[in-house]
């Protein structure tokens, strides 16, 4: 026997072992980054909730100092519900009027309360269509395809400066897709995909190495 042979089945053994490696980091980092996040999120909530609730009035002694997980989020949701119970009363209703009335009268505050509100009613919206299909463009060239975001149908004056029917469409970025560009596409021009929008930022995200199932 050679020595070419002995070294074969020790290099076959040692790939495979790498192969297990990887395979093992692929499996438990998605899980174990995922239960991290949640778990360091939880906690932040619940630091925060019980600086402004007071723990020692509802809970014994004993049990003050014991740390539950989640309730900073039961609280919260709690703390929401009451504040949208709140604002749907004739008071509340009142108070938020003014408060906004103020709002409005301060030169930067206003327009950044503004867009902020804009977009948390599109995207809250039961109607909304707001980031509901994926749709590839050529941009930013022709023969350059792009992955993009339908945000909606274009209207007002830019759709009326147009001569076609205009769709707006936002480009994310990659690696980071909360950053990207907002494009007024003729809707002749798109292509729509079958993806979904989640499958659709996990291309962006991965740099097209996750490709979604093709559903052709």
Do not use: C
């Amino acid at each position: 026997m050679s020595d070419e042979d002995d070294i074969k089945p020790s290099s076959s053994a040692v790939a495979r072992l790498r192969n297990y490696f990887l395979a093992g980091i692929l499996v438990t980092a998605p899980i174990a980054i995922t239960l991290y996040l949640t778990y360091s999120f939880l906690n932040m909530i619940d630091s925060k909730v019980r600086r402004i609730v007071p723990v020692e009035k509802l809970f014994p002694p004993e049990y003050q100092e014991i740390a539950v997980p989640g309730l900073g989020i039961i609280f919260a949701v709690i703390f929401f519900i009451l504040v949208g119970w709140f604002a749907r009363n004739f008071l509340g209703r009142l108070i938020i009027r003014l408060s906004e009335y103020i709002v409005h009268r301060l030169p930067v505050i206003s327009s950044l309360y503004g867009a902020i509100k804009q977009i948390l009613e599109t995207v809250m919206a039961s109607k909304s269509k707001a980031f509901r299909e994926v749709v590839m463009l050529e941009y930013p060239r022709k023969g350059v395809w792009s992955i993009g975001f339908v945000t909606g149908v274009t209207q007002g004056e830019v759709q009326d400066a147009t001569r076609q029917e205009t769709m707006n469409v936002f480009v994310p970025t990659t690696p980071n897709p909360t950053s990207g560009y907002l494009l007024f596409v003729p809707k002749k021009e798109l292509k729509y995909l079958n993806m979904t929008v989640e499958e659709g930022v996990k291309l962006v995200v991965s740099a097209g190495i996750i490709i979604p199932e093709d559903r052709r």
